[in-house]
């Protein structure tokens, strides 16, 4: 654990820290809320209400806003927020070396925990086309998703989905997207990103990617995000794997690297 820790401060020491044609049909989709003085009205997204039980199953914890373990994301979202800000950022992906790091519970997390911010809206996309898990963690009722708007069958708010939470939007997919790579880089993700991107002044768009050794799905993509965030799992990941990818994203804007899955214990603090 020693070396992975040694990595990832190499890693951040190093590290100090873009499409205009959209599609008519994309501008015309993302109707899907109205950001006003209090709460917003969604008027076309679907309003879902998730199961805790399922959430804590798979470990979402900014949900529950008296858990204390969710800290730690509220301290992850104000350093990822005041970096972004700083650059005046909007975009951020996140990824990981290898498959089973906890991605994916790391993207819901800080995102539910930016939408808890009153300044930002929150939009999550499942972008690992070759296996999501974004509806799966968050037990999201099978309906229309991303490869259904991939696939040209339905406009883009058919998808969105908002979880039953304030200023939080989720894209989810539910089925492997073949020719991913291509599909990644195609005209109408670009056209696509861009608008989710652009519609609101406050919105942080997090894309969660496939790991970084397993395709190349990830550096394809990253072109079109402003910055990116890897994460780790302690005890699993090899410090010549953080390494690798680090030299792999060395033209990418790295935020920093989150190591999950640690068994040290936090002290808790009181106010």
């Known amino acids: 654990m020693e070396r992975i820790k040694e990595a990832i401060a190499k890693a951040r020491e190093k590290q100090d820290g873009a499409f205009s044609g959209r599609e008519n049909t994309t501008r015309k989709a993302l109707k899907s809320a109205e950001v006003v003085e209090g709460p917003i009205v969604y008027k076309e997204t679907r309003v879902v209400d998730l199961d805790p039980a399922h959430l804590e199953d798979h470990r979402i914890i900014t949900m529950d806003t008296e858990d204390p373990n969710s800290i730690s994301f509220d301290i992850l979202r104000t350093q990822i927020l005041a970096k972004m800000e700083a650059n005046g950022w909007k975009t951020l992906a996140i990824t990981s070396p290898t498959p089973a790091c906890g991605k994916t519970v790391v993207a819901i997390n800080l995102a539910l925990s930016i939408a808890k ?4 809206t929150a939009l999550l996309v499942d972008f ?10 968050l037990g999201l009722p099978r309906e229309y998703d991303l490869a259904d708007y991939l696939d040209g ?18 894209l989810p997919n539910r089925r492997p997207v073949k020719n991913s790579t291509e599909i990644l880089t195609s005209r109408k993700v670009k056209a ?4 989710l991107r652009d519609r609101y002044e406050k919105r942080i768009c997090i894309f969660d990617l496939p790991p970084l050794k397993s395709t190349d799905d990830a550096i394809a993509f990253l072109p079109q995000a402003d910055c990116v965030l890897m994460v780790v799992a302690s005890g699993e990941t090899k410090p010549g794997e953080v390494k690798d990818c680090r030299r792999q994203l060395q033209s990418s804007n790295l935020l920093g690297v989150v190591l999950n899955k640690s068994t040290e214990v936090a002290k808790t603090y009181y106010y």
């Open 117 to 120: 911010q009153t300044d930002y």
């Open 128 to 137: 690992d086309l070759r296996r999501p898990q974004v509806a799966s963690y």
């Open 153 to 170: 069958k339905i406009e883009l708010n058919d998808a969105l989905v908002n979880p039953g939470v304030p200023r939080f939007v989720v």
């Open 192 to 195: 696509l990103v861009a608008e």
